[in-house]
């Protein structure tokens, strides 16, 4: 149903998680690269798709309880970019979009 990655590099010393996870669509056709957040707070979202005229989808991540979209933006068809600022715990936040991200997608896209 949803593909979720999380990214990773093999390092000498172990393994370690790169800064950002990968969500596409089932079919693959479109993926949200979301960045870990920041020390202040804000999460930075890369995504494949532009979002002309699609405010639904962003409509849907701001009603998110643990999130609030602070901007929304479209460069081309082929790229958008988010920035949302999370409500509470970082790293809970970021496991809660891993969860709720693909059904939006899958609803909105």
């Known amino acids: 149903m949803k593909q979720t990655e999380i990214n990773q590099t093999k390092t ?5 998680a790169k800064r950002f996870i990968s969500i596409s669509t089932p079919d693959g056709s479109r993926k949200i690269w979301v ?3 920041t020390a202040i707070g804000r999460i930075y979202a890369a995504c494949n798709f532009g979002l002309n005229g699609n405010m639904k989808f962003v409509d849907a991540l701001d009603k998110l309880a643990y999130v609030t979209v602070d901007q929304a933006t479209t460069f081309n068809d ?3 970019r988010l920035v949302m600022v999370h409500t509470g ?3 809970s ?3 809660k979009l891993m969860e709720d991200l693909p059904a ?3 609803e909105y896209l």
């Open 12 to 16: 000498k010393t172990g393994t370690q």
């Open 35 to 37: 960045a870990r957040p």
């Open 78 to 80: 082929s790229y958008s």
């Open 89 to 91: 715990e970082g790293k």
């Open 93 to 95: 936040c970021l496991e």
């Open 104 to 106: 939006i997608m899958e």
